[in-house]
């Protein structure tokens, strides 16, 4: 049975599971390896740890769907709508940009219910804290190296992590990367920011009429949600949680700081936005590195192969866009690009 690992449990790297499954000719042995702790990426939800149920989208907020998109990608769009995954999103969010045409979806159970829907639908056997450091060329199969555990051999590897990730590997796959590739890999850019879940007791009100605002005039914050709000969840056992993410000049600038220092200057910003918030029960303060691509791998179809027998791709939003559909175009593209060896 043919062996296949897909590095990142983001929304690329489930899709790309996902997609195989369905459209595999033989059996196949699906297993997508993490570093961090828990599925979703840059479309993480956090829970609070003094209630699981209260929970806060550190990354993406909502989806945004496009005239053009909603064709497209029309079968995605309707099987996260029929399962309940997506709702529209009908709380306020003020500044928010609308253009002719496009609808906003939510996840009422938190964006990384989008990537658990396609892990599942995937069957893969998915392990976390799998930080992989290198890949080499073993008799014409991948042998993949991690921080700890033994090396495994695969006989097609799948990177959907970010671009500057991908280029810290060690291994076999330095040299197998071209010039012309490393270059591409390289020109991918992103901008950096930090998010701050704040979860509170059950019975706080936070009274704003907005569930979402996009912030202009302050240097950290850029944008509050109310998340359970913007959710349409809100209950009276459950307290709210509120994530702040801030502007990029902060992020870049306080990029080497310390979350505690980071988190502290976020707090004093928001007391000007938010005056009189109580304390909250917990905090979650998350640092994105690699936030949104700004710039694009250059001339890229959506993926980019690394090597043919045995098979190494990458894909991900380095590849396309920062976006659901980003993710769902460079998944699709894998999957075309694999199509002739699954
Ligand atoms: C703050 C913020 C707000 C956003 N807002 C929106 C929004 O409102 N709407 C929207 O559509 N999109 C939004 N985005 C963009 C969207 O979240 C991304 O485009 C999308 O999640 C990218 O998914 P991905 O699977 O390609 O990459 P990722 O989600 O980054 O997944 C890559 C995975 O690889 C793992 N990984 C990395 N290196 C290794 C390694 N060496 N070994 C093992 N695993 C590794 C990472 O842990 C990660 O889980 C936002 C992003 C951020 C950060």
């Known amino acids: 049975m043919a062996r296949v690992l897909i590095v990142g449990a983001g929304l690329t790297g489930s899709l790309c599971a996902a997609l195989l499954r369905k459209a595999a000719a033989r059996p196949l042995h699906l297993a997508v390896w993490d570093k961090a702790g828990d599925s979703g990426g840059r479309m993480t939800t956090a829970s609070s740890p003094h209630n699981l149920q209260s929970t806060v989208d550190l990354g993406a ?41 496009d609808c906003n979806f939510m996840a009422p159970h ?14 893969a056997a998915i392990y976390f804290r799998q930080c992989v450091t290198q890949i080499n060329l073993r008799n014409d199969k ?40 490393r270059q591409q890999l390289e020109s991918v850019s992103y901008s950096s920011r930090y998010a701050l879940g704040l979860f509170y007791e059950a019975g706080t009100k936070i009274d704003v009429p907005w569930a979402g605002q996009y912030i202009t005039s302050n240097p950290c914050i850029r944008f ?49 936005i938010l005056p009189g918030l109580p304390q909250p029960v917990a905090t979650k303060c998350q640092k994105w590195r690699h936030s949104q691509v700004t710039n694009a791998a250059a001339n890229s179809p959506g993926q980019m192969t690394l090597h043919l027998k045995p098979f190494l791709v990458c894909g991900g939003d380095g590849f396309t866009q920062s976006n659901f559909d980003g993710c769902v175009t460079s998944a699709l593209c894998v999957l ?5 060896y699954i």
């Open 61 to 101: 907020q909502y989806i945004t769907c496009t005239p053009h998109y909603a064709k497209k990608h029309q079968s995605f769009y309707d099987e996260l709508l029929a399962r309940g995954v997506l709702k529209p999103l009908t709380s306020p969010i003020e500044g928010m940009v609308i253009k002719e045409g």
């Open 110 to 123: 938190g964006v990384s219910s989008i990537i658990n829907h396609y892990l599942k639908e995937s069957g």
């Open 142 to 181: 991948w042998e993949v190296l991690r921080e700890t555990g033994s090396p495994e051999q695969f006989d097609i590897v799948v990177l959907t992590m970010p671009a500057p990730q991908i280029l810290q590997l060690q291994g076999d796959i330095v040299n197998l990367i071209s010039e012309c590739q």
């Open 224 to 272: 509050i949600s109310i998340d359970n709000k913007k959710r349409n969840i809100e209950s009276s056992e459950i307290g709210p949680s509120l994530v702040i993410h801030t502007t990029v000049p902060f992020g870049v600038t306080y990029l080497e700081h310390s979350t505690e220092d980071v988190q502290e200057l976020i707090f004093q910003q928001l007391e000007n």
């Open 336 to 340: 075309e690009a694999l199509k002739n």
